[in-house]
């Protein structure tokens, strides 16, 4: 087998149909989003109305499923597989170019098809293209965000592409209930989605959380900037799952280092720590109920400091919104 098929074959065997549709063990796995970019690692999601069962990832060289072969277009190429209830192959379709192109994210709209999130470009030194389902589209720069989506019989409804002269790794996709389609992920200091600039720094990448209509338009986008005023350093942030959505709002799970803020929230990470936001449906981003936020101004204090019960060996390093006041405690 390909490499990039390895692991895929691997977990597929030990998911019988009846496991994911029928009687036996219940196994849920609707959505599952794969942070890892080496091969042989997909993402799988589950369309419980049609009872099929979507693949999504990368490889290299060459992809076998069944009888069916794909040769690699370049150095690596993502792909998005469809199967049956009893997990025989019913379609491929492939994101190919000269570069590293990779599918991260699946979001399944039951029984009508599915949405995907993923890059294309990446390791190129020059602008260049890639296709998937048909449709070629121009490179905007180093590991462009693609994202689009295909029915349940493989065919490419849509699909676009952002990004600018950095990379956009895109993180999650999540369909919201108003039919508007959720996007997260990390980007290099510079680039453009849609008709919106940002900035994320001078020299730190950011997240982001981007918002499209039901046919993929480019609606509005949000995202992290870093924030030297704190440590001194610059801070880092990437945007991924997104998770607990209402009817108006959803939560973004975040992480990074040092200090960034959002619009007017400051995100404070210790350690490589993870945190999560919550966005409405119209891009304003707030506090949590379950996670504690730091807002600035910061005023670094040093030293072993007791305060209101906060100490240095107490996490986070911060108060309430409304003191105004966050501790740094030297290593």
């Given amino acids: 087998m390909g490499k990039g098929l390895a692991s895929l074959a691997l977990l597929l065997l030990l998911l019988p149909a ?8 219940t196994i849920t ?7 890892t970019t080496g091969p042989g690692f997909p993402v799988i999601a589950t369309d419980t109305v049609l009872g099929l069962v979507y693949s999504a990832g990368h490889f290299r060289d060459v992809l076998r499923i069944e009888d069916r072969e794909v040769p ?3 150095e690596i190429d993502g792909y998005i597989a469809c199967f049956d209830d009893q997990l025989r192959l019913r379609w491929i379709q492939t994101l190919q170019g000269p570069g590293f192109d990779a599918i991260r994210a699946l979001d399944v709209i039951q029984g009508s098809g599915i949405l995907f999130a993923g890059y294309a470009g990446a390791n190129t030194t020059t602008f260049t293209s890639y296709t998937i389902g048909g449709v070629t589209l121009g490179g905007k720069g180093e590991a462009d965000a693609v994202v689009g989506r295909i029915s349940v019989n493989g065919i490419l409804e849509w ?4 990004g600018a002269t950095g990379y956009e790794l895109p993180a999650d996709i999540a369909r919201l209930p108003n039919g508007s389609i959720a996007v997260t992920g990390s980007v290099d200091r510079q680039s453009r989605f849609g008709d919106s600039t940002i900035s994320t720094g001078k020299k730190a990448p950011g997240g982001y959380i981007q918002l499209l209509d039901a046919s993929g338009n480019h609606v509005w986008v949000t995202h992290s900037v870093s924030d030297t005023n704190v440590f001194g350093e610059d801070g880092t942030a990437s945007f991924g799952q997104i998770s607990n959505i209402t009817d108006t709002s959803f939560s973004v799970e975040t992480g990074g280092v040092y200090a960034s803020r959002i619009q007017d929230l400051q995100l404070y990470y210790e350690e490589q720590s993870t945190t999560a936001l919550r966005c409405s449906f119209d891009g304003k981003v707030s506090n949590h109920a379950q996670w504690t936020h730091c807002r600035g101004p910061w005023y670094p204090v040093e030293g072993s ?27």
Avoid: K
């Fill in 159 to 162: 699909v676009r592409n952002d």
């Fill in 72 to 74: 690699s277009g370049g």
């Fill in 305 to 331: 400091i007791e305060f209101e019960g906060l100490s240095d060996n107490t996490s986070p390093f911060c108060i309430s919104s409304d003191r105004q006041l966050g501790f740094w405690y030297p290593s």
């Fill in 29 to 35: 796995v609707d959505r599952a989003v794969a942070y």
């Fill in 18 to 25: 009846t496991a994911l549709f029928g009687q036996g063990p």
